[in-house]
């Protein structure tokens, strides 16, 4: 396989206390992967390590593309700061910017083809206090637009959004997989990932699975991954805070 992330014995956690366990997995170049499992199963954990967030408690992660873009999860985001939609997308320029280049017309072009693909042109000027949750959420895809990276972490893209908007970002993701991307997403909806994304990894804190997206989503997995995070949720096991083990199907 050619890898363009890899994991060898990486355990992940908060205080010394492992939300994911030695973990072994490799994610080829190009491809495009859901990361699945109950609540508390360690799937933001996970991509918080690979971006860098966290650093491995146990093990190597291999990251032989360093140009990664990360998309967290909408509640991550102060929605009270005071900036326009504009200056949340250059954001994602800061990679050819740095801390003191200037935003020149070129790209200000940039930046209006990026509101153009996720449908917010005439947006700029809005502050993002005042946007939708599906509104935000197209501000921060264009946003990775702009980023222009090799491999894209995406933690729960289409929670708390309209069918619409996922609709639309989810052609960007498969845009992006054509152009030959990493894209690796954390998701709940398990009809989105059986329909849009062709591998999956299935994650218990422990690793169940990691293979092409049928064999993994099985009903013996599933129910493998529930009591797995189950069996973490007691106060007298040592797995950490009670989880509740659940997901949408």
């Not at 999956?200 to 995070?229: F, G, I, K, Y």
């Not at 040592?238 to 659940?246: F, K, Y």
Request: net charge neutral; with cysteine.
């Amino acid at each position: 396989m050619n890898a363009s992330l890899a994991l060898q014995g990486v355990s992940l956690g908060y205080e010394r206390q492992p939300a994911v366990r030695r973990l072994d997995a490799a994610f080829a170049a190009g491809s495009l992967t859901a990361v699945v499992g109950p609540n508390g199963a360690g799937k933001t954990t996970l991509l918080k390590g690979l971006v860098g967030e966290l650093k491995p408690l146990e093990g190597r992660i291999e990251l032989p593309a360093r140009d990664i873009a990360y998309l967290p999860q909408q509640s991550a985001i102060d929605r009270s700061f005071p900036i326009t939609v504009t200056e949340l997308v250059a954001m994602g320029l800061w990679g050819r910017l740095g801390a003191f280049g200037g935003v020149t017309r070129t790209h200000r072009n940039c930046i209006a083809e990026g509101l153009a693909a996720v449908g917010l042109t005439g947006f700029e000027r809005r502050s993002i206090g005042t946007l939708s949750g599906g509104q935000m959420q197209r501000v921060l895809f264009a946003r990775l637009l702009l980023q222009e990276a090799d491999v894209l972490l995406l933690d729960e893209p289409f929670t708390a959004i309209d069918a619409q908007t996922a609709s639309d970002l989810l052609g960007i993701i498969s845009r992006w997989h054509r152009e030959g991307k990493t894209i690796i997403a954390v998701l709940h909806d398990l009809d989105i990932v059986r329909t849009h994304f062709p591998r999956a990894l299935l994650l218990a804190r422990d690793l169940v699975a990691h293979d092409d997206t049928h064999s993994v989503l099985t009903a013996e997995n599933l129910m493998q991954a529930r009591q797995m995070c189950e069996a973490c949720a007691g106060p007298e096991h040592s797995c950490g805070r009670p989880v509740a083990a659940t997901w949408h199907t």
